[in-house]
């Protein structure tokens, strides 16, 4: 089981807003930059945030984390159907010398 | 354009072997970490190991330590996981990475399945 836990589905309508809780401890949330992954039914994951709060290019600023304490959050607004897909967070574990990535987060339009 | 391409998924015994080979392209090889993650059917990702860039740094999850090991070839563009006495829990899709910013570019995955 993962040390990271987050919701495991949030929905909203096409057009809204959801928020992604990435909840951690000291030694990996707390300690180091989270990533943010979004994978398509059927497709390989993919970077959405990095270092908490960036985005890579190509990524449309509807897409936001940020992080306080041992706390990560991702947003997505403007909600599209296309942004179907779930959602991993992502950071190492110094305790664990390990990677370590959230439950997952299934959303729904 | 940053591309890697996994190889080598196929069905094993139990206690079996397989070697998954990941082709990158598009950027210095040399320089990067890089890595495996899985996905088991229905589940989320798990983190499987990492190598450093000269391949002197190795780090595994618990469950494969003792039984997998991660190597690569700079001069070949290629980076490999040898998986030793397969169990029915290591069935998964294994993706490999680029461990830049977490894991920044991901191959489209190989299906390994252990099974009797």
């Known amino acids: 089981q993962s040390v990271l836990t987050q919701p495991p589905s949030v929905s909203a309508a096409p057009g809204q807003k959801v928020t992604i809780s990435c909840s951690g401890s000291?030694?990996?949330?707390?300690?180091?930059?989270v990533s943010w992954y979004q994978q398509l039914p059927g497709t390989a994951p993919k970077l959405l945030i990095y270092?908490?709060?960036k985005r890579p290019s190509g990524i449309p600023d509807r897409f936001s984390g940020s992080k306080s304490g041992t706390s990560a959050t991702l947003g997505i607004t403007g909600l599209q159907t296309g942004d179907e897909a779930d959602y991993y967070c992502?950071?190492?574990?110094?305790?664990?010398?390990?990677?370590?990535f959230g439950t997952g987060t299934k959303v729904t339009v | 354009e940053v591309h890697l391409v996994e190889s080598g998924g196929d069905w094993v015994q139990p206690g079996g072997s397989l070697r998954l080979s990941c082709a990158a392209s598009g950027f210095t090889f040399s320089t990067h970490w890089m890595t495996w993650v899985r996905q088991a059917p229905g589940k989320g990702l798990e983190w499987v190991a990492n190598?450093?860039?000269?391949?002197?740094?190795?780090q595994y999850v618990d469950s494969v330590k003792g039984r997998f090991t991660i190597s690569r070839d700079n001069a070949k563009n290629s980076f490999y996981l040898q998986m030793n006495t397969l169990r029915d829990e290591d069935t998964a899709v294994y993706y490999c990475g680029r461990a830049l910013r977490g894991v920044d570019t991901w191959g489209q995955g190989t299906l390994v399945t252990v099974s009797s």
């Open positions: 992502g950071t190492w574990d110094s305790r664990l010398s390990a990677y370590v």
């Open positions: 000291s030694s990996n949330v707390g300690n180091d930059f």
């Open positions: 190598i450093n860039d000269d391949g002197r740094q190795k």
């Open positions: 270092d908490n709060n």
